[in-house]
Nanobody, 117 residues
Framework: QAQLVESGGGLVQAGGSLRLSCAAS????????MAWYRQAPGKQRDLVAA???????NYADSVKGRFTISRDNAKNTVYLQMNSLKPEDTGHYYC???????????WGQGTQVTVSS
């Protein structure tokens, strides 16, 4: 059973940095992409950043130039480096993976990021 486990969230002041990690375990075949989503209270879950199996990346406009998604294939881990954090970056951050012979989405439990002003 594939599993995604996030870590690295916490409380940080505006302007600070955090690095989120997402470790994937289990059977992962035909990886399509890994991504980070964010959900603020009362709002929908939105894509923050994604990286494909080929290494292509894309970002939400609100985080471009501040966040960087990367991966370590040897460790089956994807990272989200978040710099110049703003209060509006506050939310629960979820790791998402898409893979499989019949592709489907996998989700982690999420990690909370709180940015104080």
């Amino acid at each position: 059973q594939a599993q995604l486990v996030e870590s690295g969230g916490g409380l940080v002041q505006a302007g600070g940095s955090l690095r989120l990690s997402c470790a994937a375990s289990g059977s992962i075949v035909r990886l399509i992409r890994m991504a980070w989503y964010r959900q603020a209270p009362g709002k929908q879950r939105d894509l923050v950043a994604a990286i494909t199996s080929g290494g292509a990346t894309n970002y939400a406009d609100s985080v471009k130039g501040r966040f960087t998604i990367s991966r370590d294939n040897a460790k089956n881990t994807v990272y989200l480096q978040m710099n110049s954090l703003k209060p509006e970056d506050t939310g629960h951050y979820y790791c998402n993976g898409q893979w499989g012979w019949v592709p489907r989405d996998y989700w982690g439990q999420g990690t909370q990021v709180t940015v104080s002003s």
